[in-house]
C-alpha cells in the first residue's frame, strides 16, 4: 500500500525535530530513512505509527489519511529496535498477540503463527521464551509478530544495529530477501548507509528535520543532492572552489575538468568518489592535481596511500599490489576521470 | 578481601552476636512467657509450661474480634492500596507523564508524614465529611499508609519494562489501557504481588493511625492489644504476640519462596 508523508513538522519544546519531512513509498517499495542521529528520522517513525503526532502535515497510507488514527488503528507493522519481544510469551504467543487482539479464531492463529515462523525461517522455536534465543532470531520473532497482522505498511527501527557485524551481514541478505518475499511496503530507519543500500529501493536522506533527497542507492550515491548527503552515503574527496562552465577552480588553485552539474545551485563543490582516482605519472589538462604522500599502509588486498592535497585536505588511495608504492613524502598526481568529477550543491545551511 | 586479624574478628563477631542477640532475645521471652504456667508476670524463665494463655486469647471476645478486625482491615486496604498502587506506578512508568516527579512526590508522601499526624488528621477529615463509620476511616488511613510501599513494589517490577513493549503491542491491535493490560501487568507481577503482601503486613500490625480512627467497638488486633495492656495486664498478650509473630514469619517464608526475601526487605526496609 502506498505511503505518503507530506511536509511533517514537529517542535519539541524550542527544538524543531521535524521541518516539512516529506517522502513517499509505493505499494511493495523498500524505502529506508537514512540519516545522523537527531536529525528527525525515528520522530518520522513514530509518526508513521501513530506515537507522536505532527504539529502539522499529513501521513497518508494507500491514499487515506491516518496521521489521527490512535496506533492500534493503524494496521501497522512495527520492528522495534530492541525488538521488544513480550519476555512473558512464548514465541509463538508473541507472534499470535496481534491476532489475538483482532479476534482471530484459535486455529487460524496457529496456522498464520506456523507459516509466519517458517517466512522467517524460525519453525520449531515456537514453545521458547525470548529469553532463550539469540539476538537474530530475536529479530526474526519480532519480524514474524510483525508481519502476522498482515500490515498495510511495515515499519523497521534500525533492524540489524544491535547485531554483532559478522551476524549483520548474514542477515542483512536474508531480511532483504524476506521483505521482497512477502512485498510489504516498507519503512527502514537506519543511521548506517551500507545498510539502507543492502535493503532499500530507494533512499530518503534527512537532516534537520528535512527530507534532502529521495531517490535509489544509485541515484543518491552518483548524484548526491547535496555535500551532505554525498559525505553521508560514503567517502569522498571533497574539493571547495567555484564552478565556471566545464571546469571547477580549486580554492586550492587547481584548475579541474569536470561533469556538467545536473542540480542548479547558488554553490558548488567537486565531489571525487575515491575509486574515480588513481596515482598517475603525468597529469593531462585539468584531470588532476599534485599531492604529497604522507603514509603507506599495508591493507591486505591493497597497499593505503594516505595523500596530503596542498596541506589542506587528505585523501586515501588503494594502490593494488604490483603496481609502484612510492615513499612517504614524494610528490605525485592524483588523476581522475572528468567525467566522474560531479559539481555537487553545497547544503545551504 | 583479605581475611581480618583475628583480634579484630574476634570483636566483629561479638558485635555481631550482640546485635543479634538483642534482636532477637526479647521475642524469645516473650515466646517463652506465652507457654508461662504461672497467672502472675514471674521471674525469667518460667518452670511450668502450659497454653492458658492461648486459651485465654481464644476466650477473650475483644482479641478475637481484633483480629478479625485487622484481618478484614488488612485484606481490604491491602487490595486497594495494591489496586492504587499498581495503577499509579503504571502511569509513573510512562516518561511522557507531565509533572511525573511532583505526583510521584504526593502519592509517596504518607511515607515521611509521622503516622499520628495521619492519624490525626484522618480523623478531622472523615468526621469533616461526614463519614464516621470506624471501619471505613481505618480502611482509609491503612490505604493511605500503604500506598506508598505497594507503588514502590510495582514500580521496582516495572525497571525492566520498556515504553518499546507497551507501543509493540498497542501496534499489534490494542488500545493503550489493554497494553499495559496485556503487557506492563504480567511484568509487574511479582511486584504487585509482593506490593500487596506488605500492604497487608504494614495494615495487619498498624498502630499509631489506628488509634485515632477506632473507637471501643471498632478495634484491630494490635489496638485491642495496647487496650487490653493497659486495662489488666496479663500473659494473654504474650500469647496473642507470639501467635503474631508466626502468623508474621509463615507469611514472610511464604512469600520468600515465591517471589525472594531481598525485594521485600527493601521495600519493608525503606519505611519511615
Known amino acids: 500500500m502506498k ?8 517542535r519539541f519544546g524550542n527544538a524543531l525535530a521535524l521541518d516539512g519531512a516529506s517522502l513517499d513509498a509505493n505499494s511493495g517499495e523498500i524505502v529506508a530513512l537514512l540519516g545522523p542521529s537527531g536529525c528527525g528520522k525515528t520522530t518520522t517513525l513514530r509518526i508513521v505509527a501513530g506515537f507522536e503526532s505532527s504539529d502539522s502535515g499529513h501521513v497518508m497510507l494507500g491514499g487515506e489519511e491516518i496521521g489521527r488514527l490512535p496506533p492500534h488503528k493503524r494496521d501497522i507493522g512495527l520492528v522495534f529496535q530492541d525488538y521488544a519481544l513480550f519476555p512473558h510469551m512464548t514465541v509463538a504467543d508473541n507472534v499470535a498477540y496481534g491476532l489475538k487482539r483482532r479476534g482471530v479464531a484459535k486455529a487460524e492463529r496457529a496456522q498464520t503463527v506456523a507459516r509466519v515462523l517458517e517466512t522467517v525461517r524460525l519453525s520449531g522455536l515456537e514453545a521458547r521464551r525470548p529469553a532463550q534465543l539469540s539476538g537474530g532470531q530475536q529479530q526474526r520473532v519480532a519480524l514474524a509478530r510483525a508481519l502476522a497482522i498482515r500490515p498495510r505498511l511495515l515499519l523497521l527501527d534500525e533492524p540489524l544495529s544491535n547485531l554483532d557485524a559478522k551476524l549483520r ?10 521483505l521482497t518475499r512477502v512485498g510489504t511496503t516498507t519503512l527502514i530507519v537506519t543511521h548506517d548507509q551500507e545498510e539502507a543500500m543492502a535493503l532499500a529501493d530507494r533512499i530518503a536522506v534527512m537532516r534537520n528535520g528535512r527530507t534532502l533527497q529521495l531517490g535509489t542507492p544509485r541515484q543518491v550515491y552518483e548524484k548526491p543532492a ?37 542540480l542548479s545551485a547558488a554553490r558548488y563543490g567537486l565531489m571525487l568518489r575515491p575509486e574515480a582516482l588513481s596515482l598517475k605519472s603525468r597529469l593531462g589538462d585539468g584531470d588532476g592535481f599534485p599531492a604529497t604522500v604522507k603514509s603507506v599502509r599495508y591493507r591486505g588486498h591493497a597497499e593505503l596511500l594516505e595523500l596530503d592535497i596542498a596541506g589542506r585536505l587528505t585523501v586515501s588511495i588503494e594502490v593494488p599490489h604490483g603496481a609502484p608504492i612510492p615513499e612517504p613524502g614524494t610528490r605525485v ?13 553545497e547544503d545551504t545551511d | 578481601m583479605k581475611p581480618l586479624d583475628l583480634p579484630l574478628r574476634i570483636v566483629a563477631l561479638a558485635v555481631v ?9 526479647p ?44 484481618v478484614h482491615v488488612a485484606v481490604i486496604a491491602g487490595a486497594i492500596s495494591t489496586a492504587i498502587g499498581t495503577a499509579t506506578a503504571l502511569a509513573l512508568a510512562d516518561p511522557r507523564l507531565p509533572g511525573r516527579d511532583a505526583i510521584e512526590a504526593v502519592f509517596l508522601s504518607p511515607k515521611f508524614v509521622p503516622t499520628v499526624v495521619i492519624g490525626f488528621s484522618l480523623l478531622v477529615f472523615t468526621a469533616f465529611i461526614g463519614i464516621y463509620d470506624p471501619f471505613v476511616r481505618l480502611v482509609m488511613g491503612h490505604t493511605i499508609i500503604t500506598i506508598p510501599f505497594t507503588i514502590r513494589a510495582v514500580s521496582a517490577s516495572l525497571v525492566a519494562l520498556k515504553r518499546s513493549h507497551i507501543e509493540a503491542a498497542m501496534s499489534l491491535g490494542a488500545s493503550e489501557p489493554r497494553a499495559l493490560w496485556d503487557v506492563a501487568v504480567p511484568a509487574a507481577r511479582s511486584g504487585i504481588v509482593a506490593g500487596g503482601a506488605i500492604a497487608f503486613v504494614l495494615s495487619f500490625d498498624e498502630v499509631a493511625v489506628s488509634l485515632f480512627l477506632s473507637d471501643a467497638f471498632t478495634q484491630t488486633l494490635p489496638i485491642a492489644l495496647v487496650a487490653e495492656m493497659r486495662a489488666n495486664l496479663n500473659l494473654t498478650i504474650a500469647a496473642v504476640s507470639t501467635v503474631f509473630l508466626a502468623a508474621t514469619l509463615a507469611l514472610l517464608f511464604v512469600l520468600d519462596r515465591t517471589l525472594g526475601i531481598e525485594r521485600l526487605a527493601g521495600d519493608v526496609g525503606a519505611r519511615g
Open chain 1, 169 to 178: 551481514g548474514v542477515l542483512q541478505t536474508e531480511l532483504r530477501e524476506i
Open chain 2, 17 to 25: 552476636a550482640t546485635t543479634v542477640a538483642f534482636l532477637l532475645a
Open chain 1, 226 to 262: 547535496t555535500r551532505f548527503v554525498a559525505e553521508f552515503l560514503g567517502k569522498s574527496l571533497w574539493l571547495e572552489g567555484k564552478l565556471d562552465g566545464a571546469r571547477f577552480v580549486t580554492d586550492t588553485g587547481f584548475s579541474l575538468r569536470c561533469a556538467p552539474a545536473y
Open chain 1, 3 to 10: 505511503l505518503e508523508v507530506q511536509n511533517l513538522v514537529r
Open chain 1, 333 to 345: 598526481a592524483i588523476g581522475f576521470d572528468p567525467a566522474r568529477a560531479l559539481p555537487v550543491p
Open chain 2, 27 to 70: 521475642l524469645l521471652v516473650a515466646c517463652l512467657l506465652s507457654f508461662d504456667n504461672r497467672s502472675f508476670l514471674g521471674p525469667f524463665p518460667p518452670k511450668d509450661f502450659s497454653l492458658r494463655w492461648y486459651r485465654s486469647f481464644l476466650d477473650n471476645p475483644a482479641y478475637l474480634d481484633g483480629f478479625w478486625m485487622s
